[in-house]
């Protein structure tokens, strides 16, 4: 990947990047707050967690528990619930993000997404969007389930489709070529009941790992976390025996969230060496 280009994105001011959401500091000081606009927070949250410290052109929330600063790639990774590539290209003007970030005002209510039929995927548009991804379809159509919503408060009362993937707590996770999106309670899924661990950060990437290995079952316990927030909330399921075998994405949130496994003794293997070139194993699969 372009290093000038990653040094380009990181200085990206921050507090541009939040008002060209729509979203505008409660106060100003030696930090910026704002109301976080963070997906794992909740959506009618009215105290102002989300810091941003001019000086150093830094972020953090203090609603999460991880309470550090980070860079905007990670913010723009988070709000518009995208890979490392793609936060580049939005910062850097290349590609307007496909999901949009609403004011509070004019938003509808992530709890409201109200999810109208579930089914078999089906739909030309999504299997081609699989097909895209380089995922053997009939592995996705396995795991996955084509998903109508339709937002509550939108004035257009459209239906949309997209492909789910329903977490341990059943929340899904929803896509399709235009979202990125998910309904609550964000939570992570597991799949299997005995042998070696083997952590996926997103769905896409244990669809891919299957393809890749040729085989539509996990050869042991598979955990997709939807989201790191979640990791913290999975190891207990590390701490038994067997192997833990990490397929998570290149970059420095996964760094980070590897790194509290070193702090609280947990062993594991590190698997990204095997797509060291790029940002996960999604996009290996597809080059």
Same mark, same amino acid.
Request: hydrophobic letters at 30%.
């Given at each position: 990947?372009?290093? =000038?280009?990653?040094?380009?994105? *990181?200085?990206?001011?921050?507090?541009?990047?939040?008002?060209? %959401?729509? /979203?505008? !500091?409660?106060?100003?000081?030696? &930090?910026?707050? &704002?109301?976080? !606009?963070?997906?794992?927070?909740?959506?009618? =949250?009215?105290?102002?967690? /989300?810091?941003?410290?001019?000086?150093?052109?830094?972020?953090?929330?203090?609603?999460?528990? =991880?309470?550090?600063?980070?860079?905007?790639?990670?913010?723009?990774?988070?709000?518009? $619930?995208?890979?490392?590539?793609?936060?580049?290209?939005?910062?850097?003007?290349?590609? %307007?993000?496909?999901? *949009?970030?609403?004011?509070?005002?004019?938003?509808?209510?992530?709890?409201?997404?109200?999810?109208?039929?579930?089914?078999?995927?089906?739909?030309? @548009?999504?299997? *081609?969007?699989?097909?895209? *991804?380089?995922?053997?379809?009939?592995?996705?159509?396995? &795991?996955?389930?084509?998903?109508?919503?339709?937002?509550?408060?939108?004035?257009?009362?459209?239906?949309?489709?997209?492909?789910?993937?329903?977490?341990?707590?059943?929340?899904?996770?929803?896509?399709?070529?235009?979202? %990125?999106?998910?309904?609550?309670?964000?939570?992570?899924?597991?799949? $299997?009941?005995?042998?070696?661990? &083997?952590?996926?950060?997103?769905?896409? =990437?244990?669809?891919?790992?299957?393809?890749?290995? #040729?085989?539509?079952?996990?050869?042991?316990?598979?955990?997709?976390?939807?989201? /790191?927030?979640?990791? !913290?909330?999975?190891?207990?399921?590390?701490?038994?025996?067997?192997?833990?075998?990490?397929?998570?994405?290149? @970059?420095?949130?996964?760094?980070?969230?590897?790194?509290?496994?070193?702090?609280? $003794?947990?062993?594991?293997?590190?698997?990204?060496?095997?797509?060291?070139?790029?940002?996960?194993?999604?996009?290996?699969? #597809?080059?």
């Amino acid at each position: 990947m372009d290093k =000038d280009r990653i040094i380009q994105a *990181r200085n990206s001011d921050i507090t541009s990047y939040l008002a060209s %959401k729509g /979203l505008k !500091p409660k106060s100003k000081g030696s &930090y910026w707050m &704002y109301i976080s !606009p963070l997906p794992n927070r909740p959506s009618r =949250d009215t105290t102002a967690s /989300l810091a941003v410290s001019r000086k150093l052109n830094k972020w953090k929330d203090f609603g999460n528990d =991880d309470n550090k600063w980070r860079d905007v790639i990670d913010l723009v990774r988070e709000i518009e $619930g995208c890979e490392f590539g793609r936060a580049l290209d939005i910062l850097l003007g290349e590609q %307007k993000s496909n999901v *949009r970030i609403f004011t509070k005002d004019t938003a509808p209510d992530k709890e409201n997404i109200l999810i109208v039929e579930r089914s078999e995927v089906k739909d030309d @548009d999504l299997i *081609r969007y699989i097909e895209k *991804r380089c995922v053997d379809v009939e592995i996705a159509k396995k &795991y996955c389930k084509q998903i109508h919503v339709q937002f509550p408060n939108s004035k257009n009362g459209k239906t949309y489709r997209l492909i789910g993937f329903k977490n341990n707590l059943g929340g899904y996770e929803l896509r399709n070529g235009f979202f %990125k999106i998910s309904t609550r309670p964000k939570w992570f899924t597991l799949i $299997g009941d005995y042998g070696d661990r &083997y952590v996926f950060e997103g769905f896409f =990437d244990f669809l891919s790992y299957l393809t890749i290995n #040729k085989t539509n079952t996990p050869f042991g316990v598979a955990i997709i976390l939807n989201t /790191l927030t979640t990791f !913290p909330n999975v190891y207990k399921y590390l701490s038994t025996e067997g192997k833990n075998n990490l397929y998570l994405d290149n @970059d420095e949130a996964a760094d980070r969230a590897i790194k509290k496994l070193d702090d609280v $003794g947990i062993k594991y293997i590190d698997h990204r060496n095997k797509y060291a070139q790029h940002n996960d194993i999604n996009e290996y699969l #597809k080059s």
